[in-house]
C-alpha cells in the first residue's frame, strides 16, 4: 500500500537560513493553506496550497516544524501565546506572516487548532489559514513591530519575551479583549 501523506515522514532536517527578499506573495480569497501537526508540532500533513505558495516540496516540510517557514518579523510572544492556548486544548485566531522558500513572504488569517480523541488527549494540531485582509494586515504590522523591538530590546531572550508578551498582555487589556477576540475584528473589518 503506498503511504499517504499523513504518514510519510522524512528523516532528513532541512535546516537553512533563509533571507527575506521583502517581496509578498498573494494567494487566492478561496484557498485554504493547510497543515496539521503532531503533538510536539512537527508536521504530518501540509496540503497542495501551502506547498504551492510556500514553493516547498512535500518531502522538505513533511516531519519538519513550523519554524522552516517563520518569519523574523513575528514576535516571539505570538507563537509563546499559541503554544499556551492549544495546549490546553483552546482554539487560536492569528495574523501570521510566513516566508517562502525562496525568502518571499505571504501573510494568512490563521485558525490553528488542537484534535484530540474522545478522552481529551491531544493528538496534534491543526491550521487552516486564509489571506488576511490587507487593513488587518496593517494594523497588526505596527503592534507585531513594537512587540519584536522589546524582544531585540533586551539582551537576555528570556526577558525580552516577558517584557514583549506583558507588552501584549497591557495593550489588550487597554482594548478590553481577548488576542482572539482582536485579531477577529481586525480580520471582519
Ligand atoms: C498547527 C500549527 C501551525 C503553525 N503554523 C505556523 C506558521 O504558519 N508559521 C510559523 O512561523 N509558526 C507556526 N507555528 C508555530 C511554530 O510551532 C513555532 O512556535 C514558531 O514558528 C516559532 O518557532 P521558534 O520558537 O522555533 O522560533 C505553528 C504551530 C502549530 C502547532
Request: glycine share 6%; net charge positive; charged share 30%.
Amino acid at each position: 500500500m503506498l503511504a499517504t501523506r499523513e504518514t510519510r515522514r522524512t528523516a532528513r532536517p532541512l535546516r537553512q537560513t533563509i533571507r527575506p527578499t521583502g517581496v509578498e506573495r498573494r494567494f487566492r480569497d478561496s484557498d485554504i493553506i493547510v497543515t496539521k501537526t503532531d503533538p510536539k508540532g512537527r508536521i504530518t500533513y501540509a496540503n497542495d496550497i501551502f506547498l504551492a505558495v510556500s514553493g516547498f516540496r512535500e518531502e522538505e516540510v513533511i516531519g519538519q516544524p513550523h519554524s522552516l517557514v517563520r518569519h523574523p518579523d513575528m514576535p516571539r510572544c505570538v507563537f509563546q501565546l499559541l503554544w499556551e492556548t492549544i495546549q490546553k486544548g483552546e482554539e487560536l485566531f492569528a495574523l501570521v506572516v510566513n516566508l517562502c522558500k525562496n525568502g518571499d513572504h505571504y501573510w494568512v488569517l490563521a485558525h490553528v487548532t488542537p484534535t484530540a480523541d474522545g478522552s481529551g488527549k491531544v493528538l496534534g494540531y491543526h491550521s487552516n489559514r486564509r489571506t488576511a485582509p490587507r487593513a488587518a494586515v496593517d494594523a497588526i504590522t505596527s503592534l507585531y513591530a513594537e512587540l519584536r523591538g522589546i524582544e531585540h530590546g533586551h539582551e537576555d531572550r528570556r526577558r525580552g519575551l516577558e517584557a514583549s508578551r506583558a507588552r501584549l498582555d497591557s495593550f489588550l487589556r487597554e482594548k478590553g479583549v481577548s488576542f482572539n477576540e482582536y485579531v477577529l475584528t481586525l480580520a471582519r473589518n
